[in-house]
């Protein structure tokens, strides 16, 4: 079992950058990997970004491309979404979630997940 926590949501302006971070305890944490995905008032729950085990691998949606980085610290048992150049369509719940084999982009592919974090993004 993984309990994962999310933290750092708020209300921002469109073009402000936040950082969302994610504690993780229960496993060992190093063995997973992690991802993100947000979920939008009346929008299915969409992948955001991904990091393998490790670190060495990061996968991103499209949409969040060279504004958005993903990272972790296994010594702290930590994941990291910094997001750059908000826009007012990025407002949602973002989930952290913790996936035992490759990272995937779907929701069945994870095996744990956090209670989410609201973002606002605001004009």
């Known amino acids: 079992q993984v309990q994962l926590v999310e933290s750092g949501g708020g209300l921002v302006q469109a073009g402000d950058s936040l950082r969302l971070s994610c504690a993780a305890s229960?496993?060992?944490?190093?063995?997973?990997?992690m991802g993100w995905f947000r979920q939008a008032p009346g929008k299915e729950r969409e992948f955001v970004a991904a990091?393998?085990?490790?670190?060495?691998?990061?996968y991103y949606a499209d949409s969040v491309k060279g504004r958005f980085t993903i990272s972790r610290d296994d010594a702290k048992n930590m994941v990291y979404l910094q997001m750059n150049i908000l826009k007012l369509e990025e407002t949602a719940v973002y989930y952290c979630?913790?996936?035992?084999?490759?990272?995937?982009?779907?929701?069945?592919?994870?095996?744990?997940w956090g209670q989410g974090t609201q973002v606002t993004v605001s004009s």
């Open positions: 229960g496993r060992t944490f190093s063995n997973y990997a």
């Open positions: 979630a913790a996936d035992s084999s490759l990272p995937g982009t779907l929701q069945y592919e994870y095996d744990y």
């Open positions: 990091i393998t085990e490790g670190g060495g691998v990061t």
